[in-house]
């Protein structure tokens, strides 16, 4: 990858919607959500406050995380498509 996030965005590759339910029932793909899970495939350094202060990304390359339905924009890359968007919208990390 030769492309790297500026301040506090992140850039997120989706992770696979389900295509069953857990008792086995086949979700057609018209009716499948869109995913609100990814992996962190790279963040920026951090935001910088008013004072110049900068404040570091909490998330790290690699973590998986969940965020909001309508968050961020999605990109084409390399013929692969990612979801760029701001720490904030990051709702939490996946353990």
Known sequence: MNFKPIRDRIIIRLLEAETATKSGIIIPDAAQ????????????????????TLIPTEV???????????????VKIDGD?????????????VE
């Open 60 to 74: 790290k390359t690699g973590d998986r995380v969940l965020f909001g339905k309508y968050a961020g924009t999605a």
């Open 81 to 93: 498509e990612y979801h760029i968007l701001r720490e904030d919208d990051v709702m939490a990390i």
């Open 33 to 52: 959500e869109k995913p609100s899970q990814g992996e962190v495939v790279a963040a920026g350094p951090g935001r910088v406050t008013e004072d110049g």
